[in-house]
């Protein structure tokens, strides 16, 4: 990848806060797990070098989440990236690997997927020109057939589609079960904590995280763009 080409491609990553995170999926105890993939997520996005942006609920604007999530894409492009690649906190599986391989693939007749298990995506990989904004408000957002719908819509465009392997996401506490089979495949605390929330005989509070160490004083700074999501809407 050249230096022009990771200069007009950007990260959204576009995730709540774990507090938020907790009440929309009702996992008991999640708090620690959530803030957890949260600084995991922005240290591998800090890796790739590429520049990228947090929207957390207070910088996401809509009344449904397609709008929401729209809207963030939108506000990336309007600073003038060419390409942005999307991704979420609920992956623990999730590598830079994952984004540094988008990033080389994102172009205007690509779209890059990572499909998640459930039927949604856990990365999306978009060049301006394949982004429709009222189309995209209009797809099934939170629904097992979104990435058979997008694959669709980009295939009657004649577009190319390139899709990276599949992970598991996090939405009930049945997929902690399921993650908890890929313990090698996830970093040591992630691993610990997933054990904590599926062994009845361990304690969450042994990963408790203190309130004045949270992930968000302990992430890498956005050096890379313009200016900060808060800044964008």
């Not at 996992?27 to 929207?55: A, M, Q, W």
């Not at 160490?213 to 900060?228: D, E, F, T, V, W």
């Amino acid at each position: 990848m050249n230096a022009l080409d990771k200069h007009n491609t950007a990260i959204l990553v576009f995730a709540l806060t774990s507090q938020a995170e907790c009440k929309r999926k009702k996992i008991d105890n999640c708090g620690t797990l959530f803030s957890t993939l949260s600084e995991h997520s922005l240290n591998i996005v800090s890796r790739t070098k590429l520049p990228y942006f947090l929207f957390t609920e207070k910088e996401q604007h809509g009344d449904s989440f397609g709008e929401r999530f729209t809207n963030a894409i939108q506000a990336v492009f309007d600073l003038g990236f060419e390409q942005v690649i999307t991704i979420g906190n609920d992956t623990p599986q999730l590598k830079a690997t994952h984004l540094l391989k988008a990033a080389e693939n994102v172009k205007k007749d690509t779209l890059v997927l990572g499909p998640s298990a459930d039927g949604g995506f856990y990365l999306m990989g978009l060049h301006r020109e394949n982004f429709d904004r009222e189309k995209f408000k209009d797809l099934p957002w939170q629904h097992s057939m979104l990435v058979s719908r997008l694959v669709t819509e980009f295939t009657l465009g004649n577009r190319q589609i390139l899709q990276l392997e599949r992970l598991f996401d996090i939405d009930t506490r049945w997929d902690l079960g399921i993650l908890s089979k890929f313990s090698g495949q996830l970093t040591p605390r992630i691993g610990q904590i997933i054990l904590a929330l599926t062994n009845p005989e361990a304690s969450v509070q042994t990963f408790e995280i203190s309130l004045s160490n949270q992930y968000s004083s302990r992430i890498p700074q956005n050096k890379g763009s313009p200016l900060k999501a808060q800044s964008l809407m």
